[in-house]
């Protein structure tokens, strides 16, 4: 069945870091892949998304890039700050599989100023 | 356009009893998916309701329903409430076009 494995939190990085979080997928095919973002109380926000392979995604100064070869969808800022801080869901979606997302597990990412 | 609203936001239930959450997606969409979210399980679809019939349903127990109205609005029960069952519910609308989903804030559940 489909997957996604989501690199282990919590990251903690100072204001202008560089960030990183690693996702890679099980899946047939070619799924759509997402990145979705949680800030405290509230739901998630669709952050990204690309459809096919070698798509890039961006927004806000995030980035994720669909490696086909790699089954993976990293997302990537250059310089992130503190209003950054929120939790990171990777997501794909199958086409076979009507509206439902798979997730994984969540990146709890902590800015510190 | 207005988001996904979610009604209650917030609900404290006992054991046995049931409840009803509601789901009002963005206007235009009309399909509604239903995600349990819990410290533990992280997040697991529920169902999928398009144009009032349920599409897909994820592994859950019988007691989790839900139901579509012609206006897309949803509603999601879950009867012979168990401990277990404390969790955020989010629901997500999508156009009919493409696959992406927007989630509403989300009703949390407790269950004591």
């Known amino acids: 069945g489909n997957s996604v494995t989501q690199m282990e939190g919590p990251v903690t990085l100072s204001e202008e870091a560089f960030l990183t979080i690693n996702c890679t997928y099980t899946?047939?095919?070619?799924?759509?892949l997402f990145w979705y973002v949680q800030y405290p109380g509230e739901g998630l926000q669709l952050l990204l998304k690309?459809?096919?392979?070698?798509d890039k995604g961006s927004n806000k100064g995030f980035e994720a890039t669909y490696r086909k070869e790699t089954t993976s969808f990293h997302l990537e800022k250059g310089s992130v700050q503190v209003s950054d801080s929120a939790v990171y869901f990777c997501a794909l979606h199958h086409s076979g599989s009507a509206r439902q997302l798979t997730f994984g597990s969540g990146t709890q990412l902590t800015v510190l100023p | 356009k207005a988001g996904v609203t979610q009604t209650p936001r917030y609900l404290i239930k006992t054991r046995g009893q049931q409840v009803t959450l509601s789901c009002s997606p963005i206007s235009g969409h009309r399909s509604v998916s239903w995600y349990q979210q819990t410290p533990g399980q992280g997040l697991q679809f529920l169902f999928e309701?398009?144009?009032?019939?349920?599409?897909n349903k994820g592994n859950f127990p019988g007691r989790f329903s839900g139901r579509q109205f012609s206006n897309s609005r949803s509603e999601m029960n879950v009867s012979t409430l168990e401990l277990g069952d404390s969790a955020l519910y989010l629901c997500a609308s999508s156009a009919f076009e493409g696959d992406e989903q927007y989630f509403g804030p989300g009703t949390r559940l407790t269950v004591t």
């Open positions: 309701y398009f144009s009032e019939t349920q599409r």
């Open positions: 899946a047939t095919g070619y799924p759509s």
């Open positions: 690309a459809t096919k392979a070698d």
